[in-house]
């Protein structure tokens, strides 16, 4: 991990050691979702060219799809003008982003004054993630 | 303004009173740049129809082309499953997003173990906000 630890260096991680990141479809450009990462979370990230995140409520290390299968495999990595943003373009394995069942994870859009509900559910959360007692 | 607050009481705001705004190009789909916002620059945004950030530096209202010129007029505005996140689609102005004179602020790509810059500087930013003494 050496080597990703060093292109980290200049990552400028917030007052708990994390920065957003944001899955881009690779093909569509759709935003698929945001999450955060740690420096070991984005060095994984990079070393096993997959989206590896850090689950801010179970603090811990969350590869994408480690339950639900739901991989975000990397094909692009960049980061912003003040290194404190990273955007990932990924390949969504079984096309759905969201722990709701759907596509991504921004199906609530505004329209006249309310939020609506645009994205349909591709598949139960209770068949992706299994019913847990 | 009490519509638009009443429609953000479901927004799960940080423990600063902020939630990252990512701005896409609502043509394209590129992804421009993440900024915050706290309640007041989101019901803003919404009221007045064009990005309205919380500027965590200056802590002050940040109206996004405010002094560059290159506003960004809301086309669609979403949030997420967790209420944590917005995502809008912005006709950006100008063509510019970034501070730096590019079109974007994603303009580090990794690239054999290193940041490489892909997008080339459209306008000087002197040019942009004037030199200030």
Redesign the interface.
Known sequence: MT??IK?LQ?INWNEQGLV?A?A?DWQ????L??AWMNEEALALT?EEGRAIYWSRSRQALWRKGEESGHVQSLR????????D?V?MKVDQVGGIA???G?RA??????EE???RITDEILKDPRDIYGSKP
Do not use: Y
């Not at 569509?28 to 935003?31: F, R």
């Not at 692009?76 to 290194?83: T, V």
């Not at 994870?105 to 505004?110: E, P, R, S």
């Open positions: 080597e990703s292109l200049g957003p944001i881009q569509t450009g759709e935003v979702m945001l990079i692009e990595l960049r980061i912003d003008c003040d290194a943003t955007l969201c722990h709701t759907r994870c921004f199906f609530q859009k505004l004054n309310a939020w």
